[in-house]
């Protein structure tokens, strides 16, 4: 009974080095989402809501480390939104290029646009898994 125990530890400790190993690998050849919600001002105008989203939207041709962009307007029903109207989806292949779009100039320049009109904003970030 004890080697069956024994056995049976060493069983659970490989598959779970081998499922770490397997997820790290999944990591390095994924997809990294870059999600920014943002909830504006109470009296922002329409027009300066949407020079933000176009100066978003430039940031792919701007920053080269954006593998790909998406962005929509809330339409849920649940009620669950705490005001956030705008929701961006930004793809990276790596951590380190999320990183350099970080500090990039140009996504400085877009905070500096946005920060008189934003009251609130939201970012997580994941890596893609099936």
Request: proline share 4%; aromatic share 12%.
């Amino acid at each position: 009974m004890k080697h069956f125990l024994l056995l049976t530890v060493a069983l659970v400790a490989a598959l779970t080095f081998s499922s770490t190993a397997m997820a790290a690998k999944k990591k390095a050849t994924g997809k990294l989402r870059h999600v920014v919600s943002f909830k504006f001002k109470e009296g922002t105008k329409p027009e300066d809501i949407r020079k933000i989203v176009d100066a978003f939207a430039a940031l792919k041709t701007k920053i080269p480390q954006v593998d790909k962009y998406e962005w929509g307007q809330n339409i849920s029903p649940e009620k669950h939104d705490r005001g956030h109207t705008h929701v961006f989806i930004m793809t990276f292949r790596s951590e380190k290029d999320r990183d350099e779009y970080l500090v990039h100039p140009d996504h400085k320049a877009f905070g500096a646009l946005l920060g008189p009109f934003l009251a609130e904003a939201f970012v997580v970030d994941f890596w893609v898994r099936d």
